[in-house]
């Protein structure tokens, strides 16, 4: 296993948080964001030990990956963009999460895909913390109708919740919010936190957080 310095640097920030917050570091998943970068910046990553990635975009994500897990075992690959209703099969074939289940046409179409394919992904629901109207993700008030008809209606095992708080905002009272919120719903999981804020993440319960320019530096 090679020495990769800046995801090294990551990962004892990451220790370090979740150390501060008095949680074991195991509990937080690093999913390491390679959108936009092709094999070449992605293979020396998964060299230094990392698995788990994140994609903005199937058709981005079906160009590189399969050769990419054909060379590497135990890869993890994580939808982390917004998914539209006519890519869901090739989705579910690719990814084995989705943080984007953002609305019940996308929810009932992937509950209809994993069904067909056999497959069973990890998935969460996007909410929009600041209801921001360009933004996509579930209004606060009605996430809890959402998941109920994800869990009752379609019969989907919703793992947890995702956000993108607002730019000009402080993460930290989305992160606070989004942890308040899914321990109503009684959901583990919190996907929150990136290259700017993953630390106050950890601090505030994620449990994955989507990790990109801080690793893979930025596009040229």
Not at 154 to 183: N, Q, R, T, W, Y
Request: proline letters at 6%; glycine letters at 6%.
């Amino acid at each position: 296993m090679s020495e990769h310095p800046a995801l090294e640097a990551v990962r004892r920030k990451i220790v370090a948080a979740a150390r501060e917050a008095g949680r074991d570091p195991a509990s937080v998943t690093l999913i390491a964001v390679s959108k936009t970068f092709e094999a070449p910046d992605i293979e020396p990553v998964i060299v230094a030990g990392q698995r788990v990635f994140g994609e903005n975009r199937v058709q981005e994500a079906k160009g590189k990956w399969p050769a990419l897990r054909a060379r590497h075992t135990g890869i993890e690959l994580h939808l982390i963009g917004p998914l539209q209703s006519n890519k869901t099969r090739e989705a579910v074939e690719l990814f084995d999460a989705i943080h984007t289940v953002d609305r019940p046409k996308i929810a009932a179409a992937i509950a209809e895909e994993m069904a067909r394919q056999g497959r069973k992904l990890q998935l969460f629901v996007q909410v929009n913390t600041g209801e921001e109207p360009q933004k996509a993700g579930i209004a606060p008030k009605e996430s809890a109708a959402f998941v109920d008809h994800c869990r009752n209606e379609l019969k989907l095992d919703i793992s947890g919740l995702m956000c993108i708080p607002p730019v000009d905002e402080a993460p930290a009272v989305h992160f606070a919010f989004l942890a308040k919120l899914a321990k109503e719903l009684n959901l583990p999981r919190l996907s929150m936190g990136m290259s700017a804020d993953y630390e106050t993440a950890v601090n505030l319960g994620a449990t994955h957080i989507r990790v990109g320019s801080a690793i893979f530096g930025h596009r040229g």
